[in-house]
């Protein structure tokens, strides 16, 4: 990443296109309608309410983020996308039950004009699903050209200056990479001859390359983790970013583990298990989808905990996550962690934790942080994967012979130092003590 020399103004509007309009994606939808009415806040999003200190602590500068730097505002955002389900995001929203009828209905006429365009979708990636909504055509080529056009007319329709997308969709089985995968050149033969490593996310990812749309991928699918992908994203100078939205258990994962290990606490072992009854948890029922979820989660303690450099400590970890598919219990999922840690002289104790969570209200703003800020990203010309935007996700995307950051905290810093870096603002370290002269 070059510091860039001027950020563009995010001049006219933005579109945010959702490949998947589920109950994440029409939270988010509906949640920012509501905000732009003043009948909602948008909690737990860093862009709407967070602030950055600039300078010394005497100096007493902490703007707003959306102030320091120039953001597109929630009426700036038109919203679009695809699914295989033809229902608009209210009928959608109302089927998902994550806000409540009387919530939706505030905003009901705005979130029933958003309708999904057909989508791309070879059910061989998503087993427990069956749309009508759906592309037709002989080779993944063809179907890549029809979203291709999709992006382009929906930029037309809405007169918007530029778009970003954000991958709402379920999560599809776990594709190891392979040949297809490794150059541009590959995959694009790839598409021509349907060949069965490229995945319906992978077609909406290269699209959206292809048309300069920024690619942020909220699910573990490999999608745009490959060196094809990064190839085309360094071609069209388009940012892309993944994977897996970190929100309910991992969230809690990367902030207790971090402080375990800052207080050299021991860690013998850690069991997660929670369960769900959305659309999400029942797709993730099918173990090819939680394969994918799982090596996503399961990747986060022993980045965080290094038992490398700490054997003694974390050298031994039996680590085990569970997603259980209760449908009584729709998008409000409850997990449950047990902790078995160790201190002073080696003996044991405990940590339990049940969190009630849940999943989309948790998912809902990092989709509009990550839209926003993917925009920023291209705005101020950062191409390939953007390491700093870590902290929205689970199974960070990063460069080739680089470990991934899981540690919430460092993660934080890093994005912050980064704005303060683009803005050309002294970086934060907290080195330094006035009184030690
Ligand atoms: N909610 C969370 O806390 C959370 C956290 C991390 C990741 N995620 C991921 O976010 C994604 C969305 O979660 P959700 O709860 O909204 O699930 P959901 O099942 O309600 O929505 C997913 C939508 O994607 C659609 N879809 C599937 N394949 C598609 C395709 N090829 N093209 C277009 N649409 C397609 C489905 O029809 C569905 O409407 C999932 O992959 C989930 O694992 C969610």
Redesign the pocket.
Known sequence: MKQPVSIKKPEGKLGVLL???????TTFVAGCFLARKGLGEPIGSLTQMGTIRLGKRTDGRSPLIKDFIKLPGLNDLVFG?????PENAYE?GRH?EVLSKEHLDLVKDELSQVK?MS????PE??KR?N?THVKKGPTKKDIADQVEEDIKSFIKTNGLSRAVAV??????VYIEPSEVHQTLKSFEKGLENNDPGIS??QI?AYACLRQGVPYAN????LTCDMPAMFELARERQVPISGK?????QTLMKTILAPGLKARMLGLRGWFSTNILG???G???DDPESFKS?EVSKLGVLEEILQPKLYPKLYGDIYHKVRIEYYPPRG?Q?EGWDNLDIFGWLGYPMQIKIDFLCR??I??APIVLDLAILMDLAHRAGFHGIQEWLSFYF?SPMHAPGLYPEHDLFIQSMKLKNTMRWMMGEELITHLGNEYYD
């Open positions: 490949p998947g309009m589920g109950a994440v994606a996308g695809w699914d295989i389900f959608t998902a999904p989508a791309a979708f070879y990636y998503v699903l749309g991958w709402c969709g379920s999560t599809e319906s996310s909406y909220g699910a573990p699918n897996d939205f970190k929100t309910g959305n659309r999400d029942e797709v993730l979820k998008d999922k999943d989309s948790l998912a689970k």
